[in-house]
C-alpha cells in the first residue's frame, strides 16, 4: 500500500522554474519506480518521465528534454520534478504515481502505474 502526496504547485510566469513535489508512504520500495504526468483540460493524460528507486536511472519523455529534470531523495521517500523555462502550454495539472517491475511494463503507459497522488495545479502566465 503505497501514498503519493504533490505539493509545490501554483502560479509562474513564462520563461520561469518551478519544482513540484511528491511524498510516499507505505511500502514504496515494493514499487520500482515513481512517475510523473500531466493532464491539461480537455486532453490526455501525457508522460513525462520516470525514475527508479534502486540506481536514480531517469527515463524523460523527448518533448520535455532539456527543460525538466527529475530526481529523488531517499531518505525522504520523496521525488521531484524541476521544470524549467517554462511555457503558458506546461499549464496542467501534474501527477505523480508508482510503479512496480517497471521493466517488464510501458512507463509510458497510463494504465501501468498501480497508484496515483492527487495531483497538483501548475500555471504558467504569459
Known amino acids: 500500500q503505497v501514498q503519493l502526496v504533490e505539493s509545490g504547485g501554483g502560479l509562474v510566469q513564462a520563461g520561469g522554474s518551478l519544482r513540484v513535489s511528491c511524498a510516499a508512504s507505505?511500502?514504496?520500495?515494493?514499487?520500482?519506480?515513481m512517475g510523473w504526468f500531466r493532464q491539461a483540460p480537455g486532453k490526455e493524460r501525457e508522460f513525462l518521465g520516470a525514475?527508479?528507486?534502486?540506481?536514480?536511472?531517469?527515463y524523460l519523455a523527448a518533448f520535455v528534454k532539456g527543460r525538466f529534470t527529475i530526481s529523488k531523495d531517499n531518505a525522504k521517500s520523496t521525488v521531484y520534478l524541476q521544470m524549467n523555462s517554462l511555457k503558458p502550454e506546461d499549464t496542467a495539472v501534474y501527477y505523480c504515481?508508482?510503479?512496480?517491475?517497471?521493466?517488464?511494463?510501458?512507463?509510458?503507459?497510463?494504465?501501468?502505474?498501480?497508484?496515483w497522488g492527487q495531483g497538483t495545479q501548475v500555471t504558467v502566465s504569459s
Open positions: 507505505g511500502s514504496t520500495f515494493s514499487n520500482d519506480a
Open positions: 525514475i527508479t528507486w534502486s540506481g536514480g536511472i531517469t
Open positions: 504515481a508508482a510503479i512496480s517491475d517497471y521493466q517488464t511494463k510501458h512507463l509510458n503507459e497510463v494504465d501501468e502505474y498501480d497508484y
